[in-house]
């Protein structure tokens, strides 16, 4: 039973390890690239289009 505790807490601690040289990458990544859209204003109301197609809330007034 030792071994197996002390197998888990290396797998635990390697795991950890990588969690931490991985998540600071990934967030350099996704700040560079923007795989995110950018909020776009509409031009007539002036409300954030985030989907970038037309924009909801002119569609609602002019029907
Ligand atoms: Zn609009």
Do not use: H
Not at 16 to 31: E, Q, V, Y
């Amino acid at each position: 039973m030792l071994k197996v505790v002390t197998l888990f807490l290396v797998f635990m601690a390697v795991l950890a390890m990588f969690g931490r040289l991985r998540i600071p990458g990934i967030g350099k990544r996704s700040d560079r690239k923007g795989n995110l859209p950018k909020p776009s204003l509409c031009p007539e109301c002036g409300r954030y289009n985030l989907r970038g197609g037309p924009c909801r809330t002119c569609r609602d007034r002019q029907g």
